[in-house]
Structures are given as C-alpha cells and as structure tokens.
C-alpha cells in the first residue's frame, strides 16, 4: 500500500538465516495501530530463504515494506542497521530483529510521545518472553519505565546506561545523521556504544511506561546467539573496544558520574558475564583472559570497586592482583553466594577473603567479607565449599575425593566426623528422591577436610529413568551430631571419565547408564543416558507416545467423562429434607470441614487431633471436595455436595467448620455449630463490605440465615468479637480460647516432627539458606484471569537466590505455575493446606492483607509486607478496620526495590519492629495462649464423648 506522505515512523528488520520466524517479526509491524508507516527488511546475504520471503512482503504491500540484500555478510548486526538508517524515509526509525515482535502499539506510543515532547530519543518498556516456559515475561529494567518522564540529558537519570538496547527506542532520523549516528561495524555489542552516543547527544529523552518490545528467549537454542558466545576470546576483547569507546565519550568532566556508573556496571555485569564460565575454560583461554581483563579494570574509577556490590568487586579485584587460586574461589561465591569456599582469613578482629593483598587500602576493604559470608553461623546453616579432588570410574563403581573448606580452623580436631554422599534426584515429587551411601573415610588436614570413597552406582542408583533424568550429587557432613550439606565442586572431569551402567527401576528401557557432568554452578551431576540398543529404541517409544494424538486425546475424553454438574442431586436433596430432618442425632458423631472441604487444615483438623490425643469417644466425618488425599485415615470421608454429606450434618451432634457449611443442609435441634473460622480481620467482612451493603435483601437474608447457624465462635482476641462478630452480627456465642491452629505457634515447645517433614517434603533439608514464604491474600479477579506473581521471580533469584529460597503459597482459591528452571530457588507450597508447619519453617514472612499476619507475630520473626496495591486495596475495594501502615510489625514495600531490599535487611533485628510485634500480638492474639485446642476439647466433651 502506497502512502501520501513521508512516513511516520520507519521498522529496519533485519535478518539472517531466519526465514521460519521472520514473518512473525514482519507481522507484528504489519498490525501496528499507526497505518503510515514502512518496514524495510534488511537481509545480511542468508544462506536460507529469509530474503524470498522478504520479497514476498514487499510484493504483498508494496510502498509499504522494502526488501534489501547485503551482497556479503558483515556477521553481525552493525551493518544490515546501517544500511537501513541510510535508507529509511521515515521521520523516526525503530528497530526489530527477525526472532521478536513490537507489541501492537508500540509505533503509536512512541510517535505520540515524541510528537509531544520533541524528543530525539523516546524509549519504552522492552519484556522477555520466554517461550517454551508457559510464556513467561521478565521485564527489562522496569524500574526505569514506571511513569512517563522527559529528561533534558541522560544525567539526570544516570542509570539509564543499564538499558543499552537499542531496539526498545524510536530515534528522530535527523537526530541519527546530525550527529552521524551509525552502528559500530566490525565490533560486537554494538548496541552498547550506538545506546550511549545516543543517550549523551540526544537534546530531549522521552521515557514512556509502555511495552514496545517483545524479546523472545529461546531457551537451549541450537544456534546460540552472539551475545551467548561467551566461550569466544573474541567476544571479550569486543565489548572491552565497546567500552573503551564508551569511555571515550564520557571524559568530559559532566559526564563523571555517568562515567562512574558505568564502570560499576562493568563490574556488576559485564565482567561477571565472563567469570561465570572461566574456571571451566581451558588454561590457555584463562591465560589470555586475565591480562585483558586487568588492563581494563586498570582504566576504571577505584570508587567503582567500592561502589559495586561485594560479590563480584571481590572477584574483580582478584582478577586486577592476578590471583587465580583466590579468585577460583571468589568465582565459586559468584556462582553460589551462600558459600563459604575459602578458608578465610583473620586479622585485626575481622574477616577476609583470603591472606594476601592486605597491605593495599583497597584491597583491604574489599576482601574484607565480615558481614558477607556465613562463616559465623551456626554448622548446620553454613555452606562449605567441598572441592572434588579425585575422580575415577571402574565398571559400575566411581572413586571420589574430595577437600572441604574448614573455615577459620572452626572444626577442631577433636571433633568426630563422618559423612555420606546424597544421590539426589532433582524431580523429587515424581520419583525416588535420594539414595545415601556412607563415605569410607574423612579426615583432618592442614588444607582441609579430606575424604574418599567408592561408590557402586550399578548397584546403588536405580532411578525411574523417564521422569528422574538428572541426579545431583550432594554430602552430608556430620560434626559432632551437626549436619553440614554441600555440593562438590569442580572445574572439569577426566578426559575419560565414562558413563557406568545402572538399572532402572523400569528396566533398560528407560536408560541404561548414568554419565557424569559439571553443572554450570561447578557441581558434580550425573545424567541418564540410553547408549544400548534397548534403551535408544524405549526412548524413542517414550518421546513419541508422551506427545502424541493418541494421548492427548485421551486426556480430554477423560475430562469430558468428568464433568458432571450434580444439579439432579440437589434437587433430590430438597425433596428430602423433611426426612433428614426427622433423622436422630448420634452422640458423639462429629462433622469436620476445612475451606469448603479442599483441605485436612486449620483449626478443625487441630480440633479433630486434640480429640485423638484425649482419648475421647468420638466419630470423625471429614469432607471433601475434590480429592481424598491427605484426609485422616481414621475418619469417614463424605463428598461435599454429597447424600452422605447432608446425612452426616443432619445427624451430627457437632459441626466444626473454618468457613460455612452447606446452606441449604438441614441443622437438627440436637446439633451445636462450633464456627471456628479462619483468621482475624484486616479487611472489612460480612455486612461491613461495601459489596454486601449493595446487595439485595434477599442476599443479605442469605447470608444472615447461614450464619444464624453458629452457636459458638472461635475469637483470637477482643479485635474479632468488635469486628468479625458484629460484621456478620452473630448471635452465637464467643469462645475466647484463641485459635486451636496457633497452639504451635505461641507453644515454644510445641513438638516439630511436622515442621521437619514438611522440610523433607519440599526438598529443604541441609539448604543452608534462610526460608521466606510469600503468601498474599485473594484478590478478586475475571473469571478467565489467572493469579499471577506480583515481582520478577527470576530478579528475585538474580538478586537473593544465594541468600534466600522462596516458598509461595497462594490463596486456596489461587493457583501459580512457576518455572521449572527457578526450582533450586523457589518452591511451589501451596499444596501444603496445613499452615501452621509452614509459618514455623519460615524465617521471614512476606504478606500484604492476609490474616497470617496476625499467626505469625506470634513466633516473633521478622515480617514484610508487599503493599503494591495498598491504595486500591484497603480503600478502593473492600476498606480496612485498622490502617495498616500505622501498625504492621514490619516494613511496608509499594514496589519491588523496597521489597528486597527489606528482605536483606530482615536478618538483622530492630528494635522498632520487634516492640511492633508485640504490640501486635497483644492487641489481636491475647487468648494464643497455646491451649486454644484442649479449652475446646475439655468444654465440650468432657466425658470424653460418646459410650
């Protein structure tokens, strides 16, 4: 399509060797919202057809998009974007490359934008797609795109040199050839020079809180991309000339903070890219690396090294003295930040990294490591770095060595070891989890701990094989009857070291051997491999069967089997409520139900336990809504919904329930209703919310006749008989026993089998780091929205995965999919319906209006609060009986920055906080008195039930 004016804004794609995604990119400009527009496909001479296709785009719309072949390939992207700059006819350019799209609006936002500022340079939101991963997005450097801004020059927001891309920007075309704006040819990272030449000369920024790029991830591409070469020399001495120039452009003596923070971010991420893999590169490539390296870091402002996180400034600076043997260490606490790999070293009444370099003033603050590694926490929560000395493999067996790091010589000789290797495997929930073989030998050295062993996989490991591929290899160290886990480290495995055959617990179907590899963390793993004949052809059958149409058909034929809506039911159960009404009440016959019957939790099951223990009489109905798992052996179990569910309530002599039994059940005279509901209220309830203040009279007739039904109420405190009793203005009467769910909580001494195997459950046990469960409240959503996590779990990860694990546990009525690749750092526990062991596993608590905030002041540990909605939530939505920012035994965090680092800082206490807990509890859990459970038992059974 022709247009009758120059165009807006001109989309330079450029392509190589990318013909099947290219029509993706070229169509997401096709359906932009701005029409006066061109595409100027830029082909860099692929071998492939990518340039017939963009001639079909061009013969398809013509005027609208051209079609431009390079006559030789420049092997990158510096010349193919050129070439379109000196071609374009656009008032603006943008551009994309062929493996992602621009979101629908992007042309739109970023003209409007300029047309409104007079920018040069707009700039908008870019987000990672990661396909292959349920399409999960990471934004990129969202912080810098929260609201709209118009900056005059890039000093006025320094960080904006982290976002060096150049595809997420729009840039005036006269802008671009005034100051011969062009690609650096011949040089990789070439978005990092044109972004910062772009930045400093631009005369206005606009920076607009829009998505306008689609970075699609690939994960385990066949063809990596050059920003993934990492293994290249060449790519290093790249970015080092990038770097060099972007030095060049900032000398002046303005541009000396930009210059600063540039040179932190040299240290934080640039170089941090390449100490990732060099332990495991080769001599030669370590050789060459170091000298590069240390002529740059030479060039940088020291302050940067002070300036720049502790991490990766230590390895950098070891890098810049040339100390290998203490960097290999240091690069091991950037791959693993929880670990204590070097012996230390003490002087002084501190602590540091290693010996040498003390006498340097710099080197001297930055190895100091008093405050960063755990070396003075308790045994059992350190991480000790176990490097693997020896590796050899005979038949089926492998002989291990190894060398554990004895910090500070704080295992003393006397102590009496032992330890054994843990074969792990890393799907846990699906297959045999662990197998554990003792260590022959462990002993004192001058270096460390040494120890050996022999190990008979073939005889030993004998995993699924098709869902438990990969096992890791861990040691449990034992220190006078202290557990000490690790990992063991190394660089590489002999040249020869071979796969060892094993047995399936499936037979050699499924895999015949086990091969041994180093994780990208340096960790000693071993893998399934299918090498026989057997094992190749049940491997393929496998694949093949796992995917196909045969199976998936399967899958919705049984869902449709399924579906059943039960309305015949109910209408059946109408028809015979005067028959369960005329039923006789049978002592001791008790009716438990938690959550609507999803869950064996809460106060009922604590009820339902401290019945057990008394000895009393009693029969126990549970229900149940969807699945019998996890329900109480010795209890009938009824479908919620179910004849036997009205049977049971008609004929119960109690009714303990956490929320609300069946409306329309039939309640006989003979029955006592023992509401114990679910938690203390933040939020305004029942006639107090502004939903039911609107509803009609006969919803709200409803809702009074079923809580009519309540003949006692479980209070924590005064706060629930002025709030949750007069909000639903029930007339039952208040049991002041506290909650029977909290009894673990206020009880110090309250027994933790429960708490250890929930650790053993999610695959806690020996992980040194500090536990934070995040658990938020229910918000109301579409019907079609899916509950999706509030902050970046993989910058979660990035920033606090050495130090923290996250649990999430979300709401019941809540679901999240979390990406398997975070696994090692965050746990899925909401399956764990019992919150009580969860609260007492976790370390730090992260909410924001849910009521757990009121169960876990009770065990006095620190607790944030992510309020990110805190306007539109406590006073927008449902209101708030009490402002939470005047009293949250916490911090509160309205973003993400503040929300980690108030994670950081929760290791130390503060005596604010700590006096805000106790207040809190005193206020809203005076009756925890850890009794709550017996008070209700003796009360109300104290014959101990039925004879």
């Not at 001058?446 to 890791?472: F, I, N, S, Y």
Request: include cysteine.
């Amino acid at each position: 399509m022709s247009v009758s004016r120059a165009p807006d804004v001109s989309v330079i794609v450029i392509v190589y060797n990318d013909a099947t995604r290219l029509p993706r990119a070229v169509d997401s400009v096709l359906r932009q919202t701005l029409d006066n527009l061109e595409i100027l496909i830029v082909d860099d001479a692929s071998t492939d057809d990518s340039f017939a296709v963009a001639e079909r785009f061009a013969a398809e719309h013509p005027g609208k998009v051209r079609a431009i072949r390079l006559e030789h390939n420049s092997g990158g992207c510096s010349r193919p974007r050129n070439e379109g700059i000196d071609r374009a006819l656009g008032t603006f350019v943008m551009f994309l490359d062929s493996d992602d799209t621009l979101d629908r609006h992007a042309c739109k936002n970023m003209l409007v934008a300029a047309e409104e500022t007079g920018a040069d340079l707009i700039s908008g939101l870019c987000v990672r797609l990661h396909e292959g991963r349920n399409g999960k997005i990471t934004p990129w450097y969202p912080e810098l795109y929260a609201e709209r801004a118009v900056l005059e020059s890039a000093s006025e927001r320094p960080e904006l040199l982290y976002d060096t891309l150049s595809t997420n920007k729009c840039y005036r075309r006269t802008f671009l050839n005034d100051h011969e704006l062009r690609f650096p040819e011949g040089l990789h990272y070439e978005d990092l020079l044109f972004s910062a030449r772009a930045y400093l000369g631009a005369n206005r920024i606009t920076l607009i809180p829009n998505t306008v790029y689609q970075w699609r991830v690939v994960k385990d591409a066949k063809v990596r991309s050059i920003s993934n070469r990492r293994g290249e020399l060449r790519n290093f001495t790249d970015r080092l000339a990038i770097h060099r120039r972007i030095d060049e452009e900032l000398q002046t003596e303005e541009l000396r903070s930009l210059k600063l923070l540039k040179d932190v971010k040299f240290l934080q991420h640039d170089l941090v890219l390449y100490l990732w893999g060099l332990p495991f590169q080769t001599e030669e490539f370590r050789r060459e690396f170091i000298p590069l390296a240390q002529e740059y870091l030479a060039t940088l402002d020291p302050r940067a090294f002070r300036e720049a996180k502790h991490i990766p400034a230590l390895a950098a600076y070891l890098v810049l003295r040339d100390d290998w043997p203490n960097l290999l260490t240091a690069i091991d606490l950037v791959l693993n930040r929880s670990k204590v790999a070097a012996p230390l070293h003490r002087q002084d009444g501190r602590v540091y990294w290693c010996a040498e370099h003390l006498d340097d003033e710099l080197g001297r603050a930055i190895l100091d490591v008093t405050d960063l590694v755990t070396w003075a926490k308790p045994l059992d929560q350190v991480w000790l770095g176990n490097d693997l000395v020896h590796y050899s493999s005979t038949g089926g067996s492998v002989r291990l060595a190894g060398l554990i790091v004895n910090p500070l010589d704080r295992i003393e000789p006397t102590a009496r070891l032992s330890a054994r290797l843990e074969f792990r495997s890393r799907r846990k929930k699906l297959a045999m989890t662990a197998v554990h073989v003792p260590v022959d030998s462990i002993r004192h050295t001058p270096e460390g701990l040494a120890w050996e062993t022999t190990v008979d996989l073939t005889r030993t490991l004998h995993p699924v094989g098709v869902l438990d591929p990969v096992w890791d290899v861990w040691m449990d160290l034992t220190v006078d009857g202290v557990v000490s886990t690790s990992r063991l480290f190394a660089t590489s495995l002999p040249e020869d070291a071979r796969s060892i055959p094993i047995r399936p617990r499936l037979g050699k179907a499924v895999g015949d051997h086990v091969l041994p590899f180093i994780t990208d963390k340096g960790h000693l793993s071993f893998t399934v491999t299918h090498e026989g004949t057997i094992a190749r052809k049940g491997r393929e059958l496998v694949l093949r069967t796992a995917d196909s149409a045969f199976g998936h058909k399967l899958v919705s034929t049984a869902r449709k089997q399924i579906t059943r809506t039960g309305a015949r039911k109910r209408e059946a159960f109408r028809l015979a409520r005067t028959a369960l009404a005329k039923l006789p009440v049978r002592k001791g016959l008790v009716v438990f139900e938690s959550h609507l019957g999803l869950q064996y939790s809460d106060n009922p099951r604590y009820i339902h336990e401290e019945l057990r223990r008394s000895g009393a009489r009693f029969e126990a109905v549970w229900v149940y809504a969807e699945s019998r798992a996890g329900f109480p052996k010795d209890a009938t179990l009824v479908k919620r919904g179910s004849w036997a569910h009205y049977k049971a309530l008609a004929q119960a002599e109690f009714w303990i329930d956490n929320q609300g039994v069946l409306g329309d059940a039939v309640k006989n005279p003979g029955t006592t209703y023992i509401q114990t509901w679910h938690g203390s209220a933040l939020k305004r309830m029942g006639f107090d919310m502004p939903s039911v203040k609107q509803s009609d009279a006969a919803a709200q007739a409803r809702l009074q006749k079923g809580v009519d039904r309540f003949d006692y109420f479980v209070v924590r405190s005064e706060h629930d008989v002025e709030t949750l009793m007069a909000a639903y203005r029930l007339r039952a009467e208040p049991l002041r026993t506290g909650y029977p769910r909290n009894d673990a909580l206020a009880d110090a001494d309250a027994p933790t089998a429960d708490v250890e195997a929930l650790r053993a459950e999610l695959g806690l046990v020996g992980d040194p780091r500090r536990i934070v469960l995040y658990a938020p409240t229910f918000r109301p959503r579409e019907e079609d929205e899916e509950f999706e996590m509030p902050f970046d779990l993989e910058r979660w990860v990035r920033e606090l995965g050495e130090e923290f694990v996250l649990l999430v546990r979300t709401h019941y009525l809540d679901a999240v999919d979390l990406p398997p690749s975070l696994a090692k750092d965050v746990r899925d526990a909401s399956a764990t319906h019992d919150v009580t062991p969860l609260l007492r596993l976790a370390d730090v608590l992260i909410t924001d209006y849910s009521s757990l905030m009121f169960d876990y002041a009770l065990l006095d540990r620190p607790m944030v609060f992510y309020t990110y909605d805190y306007e539109a939530y406590t006073r927008q939505s449902r209101g708030a009986y009490f402002e939470l920012a005047d009293r949250a035994p916490g911090p509160l965090a309205a973003d993400q920055d503040a929300l980690f680092a108030a994670v950081r800082e929760s290791g130390a206490e503060h005596g604010h906080y700590a006096d805000l807990r106790r207040a809190f509890v005193k206020s809203y859990g005076e009756y925890d008195r850890g009794t709550a459970a017996r008070q209700i038992v003796e009360r109300f059974f104290p014959t101990g039930g039925a004879q």
